[in-house]
C-alpha cells in the first residue's frame, strides 16, 4: 500500500504555530477515519487527533485547544494546525487511518525550542 506523505514540520520557538499536511486522495469519504499520530525520541507512538466523521473529531488530552484538525476541498488534504506549541510537542508526526492503517510514512519532524 502507499504510505501517506507528511509535510509542514519545522524548528518552531515555543508558543509558536506550525500547520502539518498530509494528502489524503479519495474525497471526503477517505478522510474520515484519519488521524495524526506522534512519537517522540524514546517513547512509543501516541494519537494526537483524528476524525471519525463529520462534526466528530477527537483530540487528546494534551493537545485539546492547542491543536485542530481540518480538511480542504479543493486538494484533499488534511490539515494539523498546532498553536501555543511547547516543548513536549516535539515529535515526528505521522497521518494515518485509525483502523487498518496504511504502512507509516516517513513523518515530518516538529521542534519546539528556543
Known amino acids: 500500500q502507499v504510505q501517506f506523505v507528511e509535510s509542514g514540520g519545522g524548528l518552531v520557538q515555543p508558543g509558536g504555530s506550525l500547520r502539518l499536511s498530509c494528502p489524503v486522495s479519495?474525497?471526503?469519504?477517505?478522510?474520515?477515519?484519519m488521524g495524526w499520530y506522534r512519537q517522540a525520541p524514546g517513547k512509543q507512538r501516541e494519537f494526537v487527533a483524528s476524525?471519525?466523521?463529520?462534526?466528530?473529531?477527537k483530540y487528546a488530552d494534551s493537545v485539546q485547544g492547542r491543536f485542530r484538525l481540518s480538511r480542504e476541498n479543493y486538494n484533499n488534504t488534511m490539515y494539523l494546525t498546532m498553536n501555543n506549541l511547547k516543548p513536549e510537542d516535539t515529535a515526528v508526526y505521522y497521518c494515518?487511518?485509525?483502523?487498518?492503517?496504511?504502512?507509516w510514512g516517513q513523518g515530518t519532524q516538529v521542534t519546539v525550542s528556543l
Open positions: 494515518n487511518r485509525v483502523r487498518n492503517p496504511r504502512p
Open positions: 479519495g474525497g471526503i469519504a477517505n478522510f474520515y477515519g
Open positions: 476524525v471519525i466523521s463529520i462534526g466528530n473529531i
